[in-house]
């Protein structure tokens, strides 16, 4: 009985190791986003899938698989209850990583997703049509005081950096905002060109060449701590016209707990050489002015850093 145990266990090893010898090469890696086509998660995610595959070396194949819905929890779920052999990771998002468990008991077990790479620290932006009346961050806030219910603001979901920069022009300056939320950027930006909201919140990064070259939207404010360079360099940041918002979304890579330590070292330094790579930054300009690479041990401590900013934030929304 004893050598039946021991065979069946040395199979189990011999298997394992076959399956880790073999990997990347013998099938795709599906890489999950939590939002809809043509938002800042997915352009990072596609932008970056080529490279990755360089990086890796070999026969990697890297396919992008959206599941958008609940502010990016229905990916994180699958991302959660995914093997963990290397061939599923996930693009995930903060705040909504970390807004998600505050909101709510989520469907997913936090610790079971592991941070593996942040690429993107990304801030928002205040954004209207270019035929708005609104021309400045104090039109917005007089036009909210007077009339709150009257002027809706579209984000990429609940729990998202737009809603979280939504609650913060709350919070600063005591302004009811009628938040409205969308499953992604490119769904809220058809609302907005639309007039069918007043403003959005978006990332900088989504601000694409086309916008800037475009008189369809302009920008009220950014939400850095300082202008982002090649970006809107007229458009002062909240800060400067003397409301205290910083709100910024982190995008990066995660994968299920128990990945193998030799497969996480080797996507994380697929996606470090990636950050760095010359003709990714060529190629991918938005998403190159957000670059901050953090390794996912760094990243994950920074997160806990942000978790009582957010927490704070969502008490406000939830007294009101």
Not at 177 to 194: D, E, R, W
Not at 202 to 225: P, Y
Request: charged share 20%.
């Amino acid at each position: 009985m004893r050598q039946v145990r021991f065979l069946l266990v040395a199979a189990c090893a011999m298997a394992a190791m076959s399956a880790h010898a073999a990997w990347p090469d013998d099938r795709p890696i599906e890489v999950y986003v939590g939002f809809a086509a043509g938002g800042g998660t997915d352009l990072l995610a596609r932008a970056m899938t080529p490279f990755l595959q360089k990086h890796l070396g070999g026969k990697a194949r890297i396919v992008v698989v959206n599941k958008p819905g609940a502010s990016g929890e229905i990916a994180y779920s699958a991302l959660s209850r995914a093997a963990a052999d290397g061939y599923t990771i996930g693009i995930v998002s903060t705040p909504s990583l970390l807004t998600i468990p505050i909101q709510r008991k989520p469907k997913y077990d936090p610790a079971s997703i592991v941070p593996l790479a942040r690429v993107i620290d990304d801030p928002a932006m205040f954004v209207v049509a270019g035929d708005s009346k609104l021309g400045s961050l104090a039109d917005l806030v007089r036009q909210l005081k007077g009339n709150p219910e009257g002027v809706s603001m579209g984000s990429n979901g609940i729990g998202t950096n737009g809603h979280m920069a939504a609650l913060a022009l709350q919070q600063v300056t005591g302004a009811r905002v009628n938040h409205i939320p969308f499953a992604g950027t490119s769904q809220t930006k058809t609302s907005l060109l639309g007039h069918h909201i007043d403003v959005m919140a978006m990332s900088t990064t989504e601000f694409t060449e086309a916008d800037r070259a475009s008189k369809d939207v302009k920008v009220l404010a950014q939400l850095g701590n300082e202008r982002r360079p090649g970006l809107v360099a007229d458009v002062p940041t909240a800060r400067e016209q003397k409301l205290d918002i910083t709100i910024s979304s982190e995008r990066g890579f995660a994968v299920p707990r128990g990945l193998p330590p030799e497969i996480a070292k080797r996507l994380q330094d697929a996606i470090e050489a990636t950050t760095k790579d010359p003709e990714f930054l060529a190629r991918a300009v938005n998403e190159a002015r957000g670059i901050s690479y953090l390794s996912g041990a760094a990243w994950t401590q920074h997160m806990a850093t942000q978790r009582g900013k957010f927490e704070s934030l969502w008490k406000l929304a939830s007294t009101r």
